[in-house]
């Protein structure tokens, strides 16, 4: 890597083996050889199969494993990384501004956040409880509570998945402003190939267990200009290149 490339580099992360022990069951080998790094200002999808070890490699970046070989660098604590999960995961006694205001530190938790309300459409339901909300509204207040703590690294874990069309539009469109108006750098883990070309400027693509880094695939076309043609031809050039983990 050029000293460019490592000074725009947010977070490296190098899994050279990550195995599971325990008592009277055999070891499995959940990753395997997987290394990638995120930069500022960039959406990268990481793709692959069921069980393929996304979740182990999602806790070894946020610090929660440490049970590895490899590194992550720098230490995940010290970077602002914040998660949204596919569950919401808010307190129904709570309404929709203090759900996002509890996710703060005690001494950021008065901080001014009409801006953020207002860019994730969620101004009118401030004073609302969660379950007055449908499932996609929902989602956009785990967004806001995760981006409440202004994280320089986003990590979402299938955050469309079971929202309609048109919600699950309105929602990839929320993480593409973020990352223009913010800057924030977003690892997205998902099994939806298409939403991915949409919205990515990187794909991993991993192997099934143990996850193997398969290849690294750049989208260099600017969102506004990938048409049904690029995307169909994309996704079928990887479908041939990579039938284990791109369906036709």
């Not at 069951?25 to 069980?51: D, K, M, N």
């Not at 298409?194 to 991993?204: K, N, Q, S, T, V």
């Amino acid at each position: 890597m050029s000293a460019a490339g490592a000074e725009s580099t947010l977070l490296t992360v190098r899994v050279d083996r990550k195995v599971y022990r325990r008592a009277r069951t055999e070891p499995v080998e959940a990753v395997r050889g997987l290394a990638f790094s995120l930069r500022p200002a960039e959406i990268t999808c990481l793709i692959g199969p069921s069980g393929a070890g996304k979740t182990t490699t999602l806790r070894i970046l946020l610090g929660l494993d440490h049970d590895f070989e490899g590194a992550v660098t720098p230490d995940p604590n010290a970077v602002g990384i914040a998660m949204v999960f596919q569950d919401p995961r808010l307190l129904p006694w709570r309404t929709i501004e203090q759900n996002v205001r509890l996710g703060l530190p005690r001494e950021r938790r008065g901080r001014d956040l009409d801006g953020l309300f207002e860019a994730l459409g969620l101004a009118p339901w401030r004073d609302r409880f969660p379950g007055a909300l449908s499932l996609g509204m929902q989602r956009r207040v785990a967004l806001a509570r995760a981006l409440a703590l202004e994280p320089r690294i986003l990590v979402l874990d299938e955050p469309f998945v079971s929202l309609d069309d048109a919600a699950a539009a309105g929602l990839r469109a929320l993480v593409v402003e973020t990352v223009a108006r913010m800057g924030t750098s977003i690892l997205m883990v998902t099994h939806n190939v298409g939403e991915a070309l949409e919205i990515a400027d990187r794909l991993l693509l991993v192997s099934a267990r143990p996850a193997t880094l398969l290849a690294t695939v750049p989208l260099d076309r600017p969102r506004g200009q990938r048409d049904r043609g690029f995307l169909e031809s994309t996704r079928a050039d990887l479908a041939a290149r990579f039938p284990g983990v791109i369906a036709q």
